[in-house]
């Protein structure tokens, strides 16, 4: 039972320009949205979180979008940067734990 | 502190040993958990620790797997019997009670059952 879901495997995005990464989810009870980021041969690194209380977070570049209606939460990179190649991880919380997605590879391209 | 630490990074074992996996977090993290994580997948919870409690453990977790946490501080996690389903990377992560519960991982163990 996939409770979170990141249906595009991967994205390519020219330097400069602005990466939007999806993620769907099902259970009404997620209070907390986490993106992560992961490098080849690292565990995943926090990026940007959002309380099911609120509609938008800004960091820096990167912007979280929660849809509650939609069931839906979207992650923004602005301007993206080659560095910022690597697969991006959508999770939610429940209870103490987190349920991730499968994860979206991106690739910015210089 | 340099953050969550895991060792071995990589273990080759054949069918029916047993593997050991152990996980030193952030000292000041109360929290730690283990997750698994297979090929394009994301990472799957298998259990995490209050301190020394675990407080719980997914479906996932078969009775060939055993973690703990004496003391609160390091964690160990054990499979007994492996399987080539037990073929897997696995994350260890901690954290602190509190707001997003933003979790820390370490850069993960990976084992390879032959």
């Known amino acids: 039972d996939q409770q979170v879901k990141q249906n595009s495997p991967s994205l390519s995005v020219q330097e400069g320009r602005i990466s939007i990464l999806n993620c769907d989810y099902t259970n009404s009870m997620f209070d907390y949205f986490l993106w992560y980021k992961k490098y080849p041969a690292e565990g995943p690194t926090f990026l940007i979180s959002?309380?099911?209380?609120?509609d938008k977070n800004e960091d820096g570049r990167f912007t979280v979008f929660l849809n509650k209606s939609a069931k839906h939460l979207s992650l923004h990179i602005v301007p993206s940067q080659p560095g910022d190649s690597a697969v991006y991880f959508c999770?939610?919380?429940?209870?103490?734990?987190?349920?991730f997605g499968a994860g979206t590879i991106l690739r910015v391209k210089s | 502190d340099t953050g969550v630490s895991q060792d071995p990074r990589h273990k080759i074992t054949k069918r029916g040993q047993n593997v050991t996996f152990r996980c030193d977090p952030i000292s000041e993290h109360n929290r730690l958990y283990w997750y698994r994580q297979t090929l394009g997948q994301g990472p799957e919870f298998l259990t995490y620790f209050q301190n020394e409690a675990q407080l719980e453990k997914s479906r996932l977790l078969s009775d060939r797997f055993s973690a703990e946490r004496p003391k609160g501080s390091f964690s160990t996690l054990e499979i007994q019997r492996t399987e080539q389903g037990d073929s897997a990377m696995y994350l260890c992560a901690s954290s602190l009670h509190s707001g997003a519960n933003v979790l820390t991982f370490g850069a993960g163990s990976r084992l390879t059952v032959l």
């Open positions: 999770a939610a919380r429940y209870g103490n734990k987190l349920v």
């Open positions: 959002i309380s099911s209380i609120k």
